[in-house]
Every structure is written in C-alpha cells, then in structure tokens.
C-alpha cells in the first residue's frame, strides 16, 4: 500500500508566478490535510478536504491561497503570485477518518522556495 | 490562542540510555495526542498515538504517558539507538475538528 504521495518533491518559483502542489492520498483514504512548516518550526494546518469538498480552511490565508481535492485525481493546492514570505515545506496528510480515528499519515513535502 | 508547546528545543543522550521528550498542552478539550518523528527532509512519521481515556500506552521501544491534571504528555524510547535521532512533535487533537496542532519540536541527537 503506496503511502502519501506528493509532487513535486522540490519547486523554486519566482516572486508573482503561481506554485501549484499536488498531494495523492493513500489508497482508501478520502480526507486529506495540508500543513505548512516554517524551517526549525512545527506544522501549521491549512486546510482539510473532502472529496469535492472543503471542510475546514480556517488555517489558509484567505488570498492567493487555495485548495481543491476532485472527485478525480490528487488535491492541488495552488498559490498564485507568490511571496518570499511563502517560501516553506507543506506537507500533505491523509487519514481514514471513520474507519478508526484520528491517525494522519504524512508525504514527504514539498519544498516550495520563493526566489 | 491555544497552543501546544515543548519543554527543551534539544535533548542528547547516549546510545543505549532511555530518552524522555516532554510536551505541554494548554487546550483543557484536547482528547487525541499523537507522537511523530521527522527526520531531515522527511515528512512526520507517526510513531505512537493516545487518547485522553488513557494515560499510558506502549508500543515497541516506546511508551507515551499522558496526565491531564497538568496537561502534560511524554514520549519514553528505551533503549535510544542513532537511527532515533531526529525531531520530534507532539500534536493534538480535539472533539470535531480534525486538524492536529503541534508543538514546536525537540531535536533528538543520540551520541555514540
């Protein structure tokens, strides 16, 4: 069982264009999260989706942020015009929520770096 | 706002010994608690989880305990070996919502 996959690994953007971060949950999973974390920092939560749903973006900066997760095909999470402020790993969970708890199974990143 | 937040920013021990990381929490309706271990690089890695019904739970080579008197959570690894070297974040969890909020991290360095 693949765990939670994530791409691109690396992404260097310069100042206003747009990064867009990919995150395919585990198999069987259907909820998925995004953190953001500054370096030497703990994670921050973004937002938590549902397929064609968003359940909780109280985390996400209400401009140029972003997040989807389609009926079809990985959860993007997309940042237009980006800053150097926005320079950061953000990480992708997903959890089986229903079927026994709270467990958050991690990908390995994205490190994202704003040039 | 509420926070969850750790005790030391680093912790060294030899190999061999028994580490002990400690967590505080400050949100009296937390009721799930996760440990995850991140290496450089690497996203977290769970390693053990409890839920506010209990206050110990074990599992290979570790062992988190959990009081809610003072909102304090541990994380015990016996027998500290270098592979264990590391971060590590404690992270809650309470009642619907289903984000987890982490403390800022102990560096974990095991020394020959």
């Known amino acids: 069982n693949a765990g939670v996959m994530q791409n691109p690994r690396h992404l260097v953007r310069r100042r206003g264009q747009e990064a867009r971060l990919r995150c395919s949950p585990m198999k069987g999973h259907s909820h998925v999260y995004w953190y953001r974390q500054l370096p030497e920092e703990g994670l921050k939560f973004m937002v938590y989706l549902q397929k064609e749903n968003i359940i909780d973006e109280s985390g996400m900066p209400k401009e140029r942020f972003s997040a989807e997760f389609p009926k079809e095909g990985p959860s993007i999470l997309r940042i237009q015009q980006v800053v150097r402020g926005d320079s950061a790993a953000y990480f992708c969970?997903?959890?089986?929520f229903g079927l026994g708890g709270n467990e958050q199974f991690f990908g390995p990143g994205t490190r994202l770096t704003v040039l | 706002g509420e926070s969850v937040g750790l005790h030391l920013p680093t912790l060294s021990v030899q190999e061999g010994d028994n580490s002990i990381i400690n967590c505080a929490y400050s949100?009296?309706?937390?009721?799930?608690f996760i440990w995850y271990k991140q290496e450089s690089g690497k996203g977290p890695q769970f390693i053990i989880d409890?839920?506010?019904?209990?206050d110990k739970r074990q599992g290979q080579r570790v062992t988190v305990l959990l009081n809610k008197t003072v909102k304090h959570l541990s994380l015990q690894i016996a027998a500290t070996q270098p592979g264990d070297s590391a971060v590590y974040f404690c992270?809650?969890?309470?009642?619907?919502?289903?984000?987890?909020?982490f403390g800022s991290g102990t560096q974990l360095t095991v020394l020959p």
């Open positions: 992270a809650e969890s309470s009642g619907s919502a289903r984000q987890l909020t």
């Open positions: 969970a997903s959890s089986p």
């Open positions: 409890i839920r506010s019904n209990m």
């Open positions: 949100n009296s309706a937390s009721d799930y």
